[in-house]
């Protein structure tokens, strides 16, 4: 059983963990876009609930620590993962509506609702991503019969991190750049944070630095850019559009989401009551706007140019490249004069060797 200001502090200790870790999540990121700001999104969505959970008390319920969490983060989320986050969040509002505390039954339910709320968003949805980790983790949730729920979450994070280290497997493209999936990698970050909590540890600070990711990111990028496994021109929707619609009376998203789905692709749109957050890679982010004030005001507008992303982190790559070749090479010719050095000296003492040993012959010879 967990109490609210527990859970409030969980979700506060995972979103310090990603934001620790944020730039580490943010070079695994080559899919479905390598353009780097994986961890980023995902930190800042989470972040945005920061505020509001610091400013609860501790005789909060787990009601409404997770309403106010999932409603900013709805507000606050950016990019595919960062929205994939929010309805994971969103699950656990739903399932512990009206709920002072929870038994872990009721968190393994409330991960199990937010992955099904993510699959639906989604637009196609990919094995091998943040949908493969969290619906395998939310599976073994639900089948863990435990009541304690340290031990609930520890086979959350159990089963999470075993589908993280798949997800190459499953998505070529990771494997051909040597990296799990960041998105994957984020929300095991976040989960992880709150186990800390829930374990009854302290909330995980944010100024400090985490443990480093099981899998190491120090690859990422390889292949994708310095093998020209994608090209910039691969990229056809090269706009990552978003924004928040405040909704009109009577306003149908349903047909919003169509008129995107049918112009663009990475499509999650997500909406309470009140307004919609609307994700969308397009070529042309001036007609989604056009199309999405029909639908009410809009707010929070994010338009970043993927093209440039993408050429940013390839002159990177191919920097560092060219800079691990050049440390190579020095390295080598380093080892190449140290070898000839010591050659050149064991050359020298054996024919010292032989120079003494031939004046001993002919002083013996002389002698004679």
């Known amino acids: 059983m967990i109490t609210g200001k527990t859970l409030r502090d969980a979700i506060i200790s995972g979103a310090n963990n990603i934001a620790n870790q944020r730039t580490r999540v943010d070079e695994l990121n080559v899919f479905p876009v390598p353009d780097g700001d994986t961890g980023t999104n995902m930190s800042m969505t989470i972040g945005a609930a920061l505020s509001e959970l610091n400013a609860m008390p501790d005789t909060c319920t787990v009601a409404e620590a997770s309403k106010s969490a999932a ?3 709805l507000r606050g989320a950016r990019g595919n993962s960062g929205v994939i986050t929010s309805l994971l969040f969103r699950g656990f509002s ?14 393994a339910k409330a991960l199990q609702m937010g992955v099904e709320a993510a699959y639906k968003a989604v637009m196609k949805p990919t094995e091998g991503t943040i949908l493969t980790v969290t619906r395998l983790a939310a599976e073994a949730a639900v089948a863990a019969e435990t009541d304690d ?32 999936d960041a998105g994957g990698q984020g929300i095991m970050l976040v989960f992880e944070g709150m186990k800390q909590v829930f374990d009854g540890g302290e909330i995980v600070a944010g100024a ?3 443990a480093k990711p099981k899998l190491d990111s120090s690859a990422a990028g390889k292949g994708v850019f310095t093998d020209d496994l994608m090209k910039v021109e691969d990229i056809k929707n090269g706009y990552c559009t978003q924004f928040l619609v405040h909704k009109d009376s009577g306003a149908s998203i349903t047909r919003l989401r169509a008129f995107l789905e049918s112009n663009g692709d990475s499509v999650v749109v997500i909406e309470d009551d009140d307004v919609a957050n609307c994700h969308v890679h397009t070529a042309d ?3 989604m706007l056009s199309e999405a004030i029909k639908y009410g005001y809009l707010t929070n507008f994010k338009i970043e140019n993927m093209h440039e992303q993408f050429l940013a982190r390839q002159k990177q790559a191919k920097g560092l490249e060219k800079q691990a070749e050049a440390e190579g090479q020095k390295l080598f010719d380093a080892i190449m004069a140290e070898n000839a050095e010591r050659a050149d000296s064991e050359r020298a003492a054996a024919a010292k060797k032989l120079y003494a040993a031939a004046e001993y012959i002919i002083g013996k010879a002389g002698q004679a």
Do not use: I, Y
Request: charged share 20%.
């Open 149 to 180: 729920v340290p031990q609930l979450w520890a086979t959350v994070c159990e089963a999470g991190q075993k589908a993280l280290e798949d997800t190459p497997n499953l998505l070529p493209v990771l494997k051909k750049a040597g990296v799990v």
């Open 208 to 210: 400090e630095v985490a």
């Open 71 to 73: 409603s900013a983060m």
């Open 94 to 107: 739903k399932a512990l509506a009206g709920k002072t505390d929870a038994e872990a039954a009721d968190l």
């Open 285 to 287: 982010p001036g007609m």
